[in-house]
């Protein structure tokens, strides 16, 4: 596989690559890091490539460990979970403040879940992945990610009635 083949076989997802190291690992620079380790790596494999079905999946799946191994080694001993993707379309600026405390709010709540449920619910609400991707990539059935899902949903929806309804339900 030339170079050529190779960068269009991965731009598709290259952002989606940095977006779940940015997500793991908080800072840019970690995320930038880990993007271009997951392409090196890639990048040695390029000849055996063809013997994968979904080479995002792959690449997703490589990211995800990468920054796991980052977050345990001591190097990474302060860093945290975080995200901070979110942006806005202009609304007017009460809109923008409530909007922008809720997402906050949103993001405290995540930050408090275990980290499957984080990597599940980046991959899957954020990313848009489909079950079927995200099982291969996390290494889980359908199911359970969609039950896992379904909890962390319901945890979130949750606290963020009893944040802005002052714990009247």
């Not at 359908?142 to 009635?161: D, F, Q, Y």
Request: glycine share 2%; with cysteine.
């Amino acid at each position: 596989m030339n170079q050529i083949v190779f960068i269009e076989l991965i731009n598709p997802f290259k952002d989606k690559v940095f977006r779940l190291a940015k997500r793991l690992l908080t800072s840019t620079e970690e995320a930038e890091d880990a993007t271009q380790e997951v392409m090196v790596k890639l990048w040695n494999k390029k000849e055996n490539l063809d013997a994968y079905n979904n080479v995002e999946a792959l690449a997703m799946t490589m990211t995800k460990n990468y920054c796991l191994d980052q977050l345990k080694s001591k190097r990474a001993g302060n860093l945290k979970i975080v995200h901070n993707n979110f942006t806005d379309r202009e609304p007017q600026l009460d809109k923008k403040l409530e909007d922008s405390d809720s997402l906050e709010w949103v993001e405290k709540i995540i930050n408090q879940l275990p980290e499957q449920l984080q990597i599940l619910i980046q991959l899957r609400d954020v990313e848009q992945y489909e079950f079927e991707e995200i099982a291969k990539i996390v290494n889980m059935n359908e199911t359970a990610i969609r039950v896992a899902l379904s909890r962390a949903r319901k945890k979130i929806r949750e606290s963020m009635l009893n944040t802005h309804g002052y714990g009247i339900k």
